[in-house]
């Protein structure tokens, strides 16, 4: 069965640096889009970055574009959300997001209604 598992969340201050990393199993991660949402306390998911199944194309919410950068490693079966120079509004719960059904395509979602699977989520808190 399909996995998704997020690891490298935690507990930052503001200005600083946090990798995420999600560990794929279960399908042919190689030939799917792939992308990462939110969930701030108290508001509704939202979308933060995505890339095409061989990186070829990476789309980025406009409120992280430039800070945060999405990759990949097909033979790890691993996505990566590096996330640089932090902020309070960037607190909430991170989740990996698999589109399985958006095969060898340079485009990618941003709507979270075209990811299949999903990650169990992992908090992320950035202090002032």
């Known amino acids: 069965q399909v996995q998704l598992v997020e690891s490298g969340g935690g507990l930052v201050q503001a200005g600083g640096s946090l990798s995420l990393s999600c560990a794929a199993s279960g399908w042919s991660f190689s030939n799917s889009a792939m992308g990462w949402f939110r969930q701030p306390p108290g508001k509704e998911r939202e979308f933060v970055a995505a890339?095409?199944?061989?990186?070829?194309?990476?789309v980025y919410a406009d409120s992280v574009r430039g800070r945060f950068t999405i990759s990949r490693d097909n033979a790890k079966n691993t996505v990566y959300l590096q996330m640089n120079a932090l902020n309070p509004e960037d607190t909430a719960v991170y989740y990996c997001?698999?589109?399985?059904?958006?095969?060898?395509?340079?485009?990618?979602?941003?709507?979270?209604?075209?990811?299949?699977?999903w990650g169990q989520g992992i908090p992320v808190t950035v202090s002032s």
């Open positions: 890339i095409s199944y061989n990186g070829g194309n990476k």
């Open positions: 997001a698999a589109d399985t059904r958006n095969n060898y395509r340079n485009y990618v979602n941003k709507n979270s209604v075209n990811y299949d699977y």
